[in-house]
């Protein structure tokens, strides 16, 4: 090799910048400053989350200090509990087991759940009032309208569908796929869509994925709730509909809580 030619990544004394460096304003070191339009999770979001976790872990000790679990005695083979309700975080499944399909109700529904709960961040990727509750004014009123209109179809459907169930109604005269699955799921598809369809036809310029998303999560969430209520406090015996305090036999859906 003669003398002339330079080794590769030979140091040759010239002065190189990085591009933080020449671009005005820039600040010349990025250690601090995160992607554009993004703020630090820590300390602030991080210590709150920390603040909760522990208030939660301190209420759960002090229950299970005060109150014993609801164990029962021994299970015999030969009685069947009544009414047999599944833990209060699956009473609202176990709800909707009495209004549909198995399969619908146990698998299907709780499937495109939790799938559209994944897909939240993805459809919604504005980043404008990102991280605020609720949103503006508008998003405000399309939470408390569907909210409220859950509150009242939900039960309404739980009613109607227990003086006349429509799965026993149509057992001979359809298919079984259709009155047990089929129109089931479409009653329940058609109910929960319709704020979404109201957001939607009321929009102005154009589609906005986050206020679609806003009806359908409210929908989803307060429909949750209020299955779950009503099949904690308001199932008896026979899993039939009844008044909390006006239970048959003695039962009472608040013991063993």
Same mark, same amino acid.
């Given at each position: 090799? #003669? %003398?002339?030619? +330079?080794?590769?990544?030979?140091?040759?004394?010239?002065?190189?910048? #990085?591009?933080?460096?020449?671009?005005?304003?820039?600040?010349?070191?990025?250690? *601090?400053?995160?992607?554009?339009? $993004?703020?630090?999770?820590?300390?602030?979001?991080?210590?709150? /989350?920390?603040?909760?976790?522990?208030?939660?872990?301190? =209420?759960?000790?002090?229950? #299970? +200090?005060?109150?014993?679990?609801?164990?029962? /005695?021994?299970?015999?083979?030969?009685?069947?509990? *009544?009414?047999?309700?599944?833990?209060?975080?699956?009473?609202?499944?176990? /709800?909707?087991?009495?209004?549909?399909?198995?399969?619908?109700?146990? =698998?299907?529904?709780?499937?495109?759940?939790?799938?559209?709960?994944?897909?939240?961040?993805?459809?919604?990727?504005?980043?404008?009032?990102?991280?605020?509750?609720?949103?503006?004014?508008?998003?405000?009123?399309? =939470? +408390?309208?569907?909210?409220?209109?859950?509150?009242?179809?939900?039960?309404?459907?739980?009613?109607?569908?227990?003086?006349?169930? !429509?799965?026993?109604?149509l057992r001979d005269a359809l298919p079984a796929e259709v009155a047990q699955a089929i129109l089931p799921f479409l009653i329940m598809?058609?109910? #929960?869509?319709?704020?979404?369809?109201?957001?939607?036809?009321?929009q102005r310029g154009g589609g906005d994925a986050r206020e679609l998303l806003l009806a359908l999560f409210t929908m989803l969430f307060? $429909?949750?709730?209020?299955?779950?209520?009503?099949?904690? !406090?308001?199932?008896?015996?026979?899993?039939?509909?009844?008044?909390?305090? %006006?239970?048959?036999?003695?039962? *009472?859906? +608040?013991?063993?809580?």
């Open positions: 090799m #003669s %003398d002339t030619q +330079l080794e590769p990544f030979a140091k040759v004394g010239t002065k190189t910048y #990085s591009l933080v460096e020449v671009v005005r304003g820039a600040p010349t070191t990025m250690a *601090d400053k995160g992607p554009d339009n $993004t703020l630090f999770a820590f300390p602030i979001v991080a210590i709150l /989350e920390t603040l909760i976790l522990l208030g939660v872990s301190v =209420v759960l000790m002090a229950i #299970s +200090l005060f109150k014993n679990a609801p164990l029962e /005695e021994l299970a015999n083979p030969l009685v069947t509990t *009544d009414p047999a309700k599944a833990p209060w975080y699956f009473m609202g499944l176990q /709800e909707l087991l009495e209004h549909m399909h198995p399969t619908v109700a146990g =698998v299907l529904i709780p499937t495109i759940a939790v799938l559209f709960l994944i897909a939240i961040p993805y459809l919604d990727n504005q980043r404008a009032g990102a991280g605020t509750w609720f949103g503006d004014a508008r998003a405000k009123r399309i =939470v +408390l309208f569907t909210a409220l209109y859950a509150l009242v179809i939900m039960p309404i459907y739980v009613l109607v569908d227990n003086a006349f169930p !429509l799965r026993e109604l598809f058609v109910l #929960s869509a319709i704020p979404a369809v109201v957001v939607w036809r009321t307060i $429909t949750a709730v209020v299955l779950t209520i009503t099949g904690f !406090l308001f199932r008896g015996p026979g899993f039939k509909l009844y008044l909390p305090w %006006d239970m048959p036999g003695g039962y *009472d859906p +608040l013991n063993n809580f």
